[in-house]
């Protein structure tokens, strides 16, 4: 299904969840350059809420489809959380490269609770968990980009 695996993102190799977030990553830029700045939190924020209300039927059924509990190729997932960890940043490639990083970090390494998200049924599993290790990231980056960042300027 083209929407589980992010129009096909999902089936690049190797590692698919980084493909999946660099997507996404790639799509907060582009869209940060073209949207005004004072709507932008809530277009980005409106994607990445359609990516879960949309992601979680579309990974059900790719997880039915294929006999898996989550498959590697859906990244709608990665998509919707990446997009959490970055809805509040700044436009700028240290954010972009900061958010990227604390999202697949917090994703690979999947601390309390996050872990146990994964055991929700099906594409709930799948997207939640990604949601979580998302918002854990937003507050990391938040937290960097107002003690580290705003120092510097």
């Known amino acids: 299904m083209a929407v589980s695996t992010f129009f096909g993102v999902g089936r690049l190799r190797p590692g ?11 799509l907060w830029w582009l869209l940060g350059a073209h949207v005004p700045e004072a ?3 809530a277009v ?3 994607l990445m809420v359609l990516s879960v209300a949309i992601g979680i ?3 059900t059924l790719e997880a039915r489809a294929c006999g898996k509990k989550d498959p590697q190729h859906v990244v709608i ?3 919707a959380g990446q997009l959490l960890t970055l809805v509040a940043a700044p436009i700028e490639w240290k954010a972009l490269l900061a958010g990227f990083i604390l999202f697949r970090v917090f994703d690979i390494l999947k601390p309390p609770p996050i872990r146990r998200l994964e055991k929700l049924p099906e594409g709930t599993g799948i997207v939640v968990d990604d ?6 990231g937003l507050i990391a980056l938040q937290i960097w980009l107002h003690f580290y960042v705003g120092t510097a300027r």
């Not at 698919?16 to 790639?26: F, N, Q, R």
């Open 57 to 59: 039927p579309a990974a």
């Open 16 to 26: 698919p969840g980084t493909w999946g977030s660099l997507a996404a990553a790639l």
């Open 39 to 41: 709507s932008r939190i």
């Open 131 to 136: 949601l979580a290790a998302g918002l854990y």
């Open 77 to 79: 997932d990665e998509v």
């Open 44 to 46: 980005i924020g409106l």
